[in-house]
């Protein structure tokens, strides 16, 4: 038989043949869950037994019912939901909690503005459950009640809600010593530290750089004996300094007492004391709670406290609970009764000082497992390596039989962010892959992208021979290694993104009869590369490459990462601040490294801003609110500018700034939209998290930052479920400046996040990214990009562009959504919706469907020989319901399972 040979590069093979390769992947892995397949129907009873009152979307039940399969069947500690903002992961990851065969007792950490939130939604999900919100300083008295009460298991439902920050707020350390003050050599005074309980004089581990100095009294070499004096192995000791017991000491080595150049074992006593954060009386703590509490003055505290004591107790244990004591009633009008009430169902009231971590106590106090799961929402923010949360996270997880994790972006780009989160929740899997705890840095080695620079300076002025120095400079890049996919995510997570969800709505309203659905409204992502006079380009060029040289000066010189912060704030800065003077100077330069002189006066507007007013005014025009993120919000102020230029044209603009309290932040919007506020100028971290913008269907970046988490978030808080209009966003930044450079390295790591959860599609950051700078963080995730991106569906993809100026902006191909009316009444097997519902001026259609042309099954050409000649049966495998079996070509030759 003649064969024809056809040379192809791999990721062309990859995506010509997809379908085949998926076919036998497909075949050769064994999921632990398969929606319909009987013996998971147990599991679907369970959740029809909870009887929600509000039932989950069908791809939101499969979630839920995969997830409950992956704790409770199979056993597994960890799962991680990594869902689309808006796609319901607090109705997923509270009902999979529940799911265990006993009543649950779960600990829900929340960001401290969503615990009011979380505690309404539970309330109108599940009929019979117990909420507790414990966000306040008296969480640990409410915990140790609970647990004296009952030290079992719950016999329905509990949720224990904490904010993550009250939850490792701990007391301050500080040394119990004695001090004493002793003569030395040379008439000199000397401060030793005592221990309290047997008074020896303290002595630390003397640092490494002193253990060669010559031995003197105040640092020298001693040796370590026992009680009756036998010398033992060499160490070095000096007297203890504050520095030193400012952490948790015990007296582990003190002066022998009959000899002052020997060490001798201490008593082991705590050399250390916990203090208060404050230093008040109780009538001050109790009128600082009370001041919290909005529209309570000073005037109404000190009536309050007229009362006798048992009626000002029966008050505070009514406000701790949540109610208003009538006593208190009498001394406040009616709205500032509605925002107390407010206040105590979002925060809660408590006199308690606040000043043991509720973390430790449930790690010291309580009994393992009395909680049975934890649940993390955005578990993101907690990836710190040795932060306080990361830690409290890790600590909490471990006292608990279950951990469930809720993210809308598990990955930021880089591996490194992802080691501590994947340790701490599931520290098996890591240790069997050979990583530990501090093993950070070499997981985003191995498991990531790192670029390390060697600069090699010969040296000619030495007397016998020349010399050279070697400069390393090592820097992360975006970028994740499938492994990390296959190995550590899969297993232990599960996706869900809002096209999921639609596409299960379309498919459940195709069998019944109705007309297409539409539960989201279309996307759009434009990137505005904006074009700067030719002044300005000159002078914020010579600006920026002056700074990169006394950059590059600095790190030869070995003190560069000093002022690298300074330095790329400055050159970041220069082209949106260019109407006043830009000036960078770091604390170690007595004068500025460069100025840039202002290029337009204060009045005028830069291109930039043109461009934000005349994109306001359209959207206005077209009855769309406009919001708008700065990453300027302080001490290089830009909001109040903005904010002036658009009121010059009479537009309401709004500005919310961070002294907004976080759990108000909500109320603060909604109160300035019924003002009549029809743009609000913010910085994108106040916003990220648990607010929901629906009124504000355009969003404009005028700058990004650096932070993946933040964009992603910020740029989803309107295209969520229940969002009818097209949503509009847009990322400017100017053209040949480092605005570029920081536009294409957050578009890079925004793919890298997206790669991570299967998505492929283009976002609108990618027109920032040079062509010859497209490597796709290795060969490997290129191919698979080419393999996955011949198999998904496209329909649901954002629409994308690049403009540099509002005219070349074209809006075609905009669709609405449906209404959450028409939706639920589809659900619920009401009257078909209206066929027009989803009509606009210009809306496209999905893709027409027609079948491709049948390609060629080179597999079974190359290799069908081999397998008739030996033989091997299929595995007996099942295949998931829900994608039919692909067609082939008939060729006559059978088909070598490449997976087996």
């Not at 099942?878 to 082939?888: H, N, T, V």
Request: proline letters at 6%.
């Amino acid at each position: 038989m003649d064969f024809h040979v056809q040379e192809m590069p791999m990721t062309e093979f990859m995506g010509r043949f997809s379908g085949q390769l998926f076919e036998k992947a497909k075949n050769f892995l064994d999921p632990e869950y398969q929606h319909g397949d009987p013996q998971h129907a147990h599991i679907a009873a369970r959740l029809d037994s909870i009887g929600m009152l509000r039932q989950p979307f069908p791809a939101q039940r499969e979630v839920i019912e995969a997830g409950s399969v992956h704790l409770y069947e199979e056993q597994a500690k960890t799962i991680v939901l990594s869902q689309d903002m808006g796609t319901g992961k607090t109705l997923c990851g509270s009902t999979i909690a529940i799911m265990g065969e006993r009543p649950q007792r779960v600990i829900v950490v929340v960001p401290p503005h969503l615990v009011g939130k979380w505690a309404r939604e539970l309330e109108i999900t599940f009929p019979q459950v117990v909420v507790h919100k414990i966000n306040h300083a008296g969480a640990i008295e409410v915990l140790e009640k609970a647990y004296q009460k009952n030290p079992g298991p719950p016999k329905i439902p509990e949720f224990w809600i904490i904010g993550r920050v009250r939850l490792r707020m701990s007391y301050r350390i500080e040394p119990a010593t004695l001090i004493r003050r002793k003569k030395g050599n040379g008439g000199w005074y000397h401060t030793h530290h005592y221990c309290p309980d047997c008074g020896g004089t303290v002595m630390m581990p003397a640092p490494k750089e002193d253990k060669d100095k010559e031995s003197s009294i105040g640092d020298m070499t001693l040796y370590s004996g026992n009680a009756d004096g036998e010398a033992g192995p060499a160490h070095s000791f000096c007297h203890a300094d504050e520095a030193w017991l400012s952490k948790r000491r015990t007296c582990q080595h003190v002066l022998y007492p009959s000899d002052p150049y020997k060490v001798t074992q201490g008593c082991g006593a705590a050399l250390w004391k916990a203090t208060r954060l404050h230093q008040k009386s109780p009538e001050e703590t109790l009128s600082t709670a009370l001041s919290a509490l909005p529209g309570l003055g000073k005037v109404t505290i000190q009536k309050l406290m007229t009362h006798d004591g048992q009626t000002v107790r029966h008050i505070l244990r009514d406000l701790s609970n949540g109610d208003i004591h009538p006593a208190l009633a009498q001394l406040l009008k009616p709205a500032a009764i509605k925002k107390v009430r407010s206040y105590l169902d979002r925060t809660g009231f408590t006199v308690g000082d606040g000043n043991y971590a509720p973390v430790e106590y449930i790690k010291r106090k309580m009994r393992r497992g009395w909680f049975d799961v934890a649940l993390f929402d955005e578990l993101h923010e907690l990836k710190g390596d040795n932060t306080a949360q990361g830690v409290a996270f890790g600590i909490l997880s471990g006292c608990c039989k279950k951990t469930i994790g809720l993210t809308g972006t598990l990955v930021d780009g880089y591996a490194a962010s992802l080691h501590p989160l994947l340790f701490r929740s599931d520290p098996e899997s890591m240790l069997r892959l050979g990583y530990g705890a501090h093993d950070g840095a070499r997981f985003q080695r191995e498991m990531g992208i790192v670029k390390e620079i060697v600069t090699v300076i010969e040296e000619d002025g030495l007397k016998s021979a020349r010399g050279k120095k070697v400069y390393r400079q090592t820097r992360n890049l975006p970028g994740l290694h499938p492994t990390v996919v296959s190995h550590l995510l899969l297993p232990n997570a599960l996706f869900l993104e809002l096209p999921d969800i639609e596409k299960s709505l379309q498919s459940m309203a195709e069998e019944k009869g109705y007309p297409p659905v539409r539960l989201l409204p279309s996307y759009r992502e434009t990137f505005v590369r904006i074009q700067m006079p030719e002044q300005q380009k000159a002078s914020v060029r010579t600006f920026c490459t002056n700074l990169i040289k006394a950059l590059k000066e600095a790190l030869k010189e070995g003190y560069g990462q000093k002022i690298m912060g300074p330095v790329m704030s400055a050159a970041l800065y220069a082209a949106d601040g260019a109407f006043q003077k830009v000036v960078c100077q770091p604390r170690l330069y007595s004068k500025p490294i460069e100025v840039l002189h202002p290029i337009a006066r204060e009045d005028e507007l830069l291109e930039k801003e043109i461009f934000m007013r005349d994109l306001v005014r359209r959207e206005l025009a077209h009855h769309r609110k406009v919001l708008i993120y700065t990453i300027y919000s302080d001490k290089l102020d830009l909001t109040q500018r903005y904010q002036s230029i658009l009121k010059k044209e009479g537009i309401d603009a709004r500005v919310l700034k961070s002294s907004v309290p976080t759990e108000i932040r909500e109320d603060w919007v909604q109160d300035a939209l019924k003002d009549g506020c029809e743009v609000l100028i913010c910085n994108p971290n106040l916003v990220k998290t648990g607010l929901d913008l629906f009124d504000f269907t355009s969003i404009l970046f005028m700058q990004t930052g650096y932070s993946t988490d933040t964009v992603l978030q910020a740029s989803r808080r309107s295209w969520r479920i229940g969002q009818t209009e097209p949503v509009r966003i847009y990322f400017a930044a100017y053209d040949e400046t480092p605005q570029m450079t920081a536009m294409s390295l957050m578009a890079k790591k925004i793919r890298v996040s997206t790669q991570a959860k299967g998505n492929i599609s283009d976002s609108g950051l990618s027109a920032a990214v040079e062509e010859q700078d497209t490597d796709d963080s290795g060969s490997l995730m290129a191919i698979a990009n080419q393999f996955l991106d011949g198999l998904r569906d496209h329909s649901h993809d954002a629409i994308t562009g690049a403009i540099s100026t509002l005219s070349e902006d074209c809006t075609d191909g905009e669709f609405r959504a449906n209404s959450m009316r028409d939706i639920q009444h589809m659900l619920a097997g009401s009257k078909p919706i209206d066929k027009n519902q989803t009509s606009i001026n210009t809306c496209t259609s999905a893709e027409d469907g027609q079948p491709k042309e049948e390609e060629l099954d080179i597999l079974s050409l190359v290799f069908g020989a081999a397998q008739m000649a030996a033989p091997r049966p299929a595995p007996q495998k099942k295949k998931p319901a829900s994608r039919p079996p692909s067609r082939k070509k008939d060729t006559g030759f059978m088909e070598l399972d490449l997976f087996s």
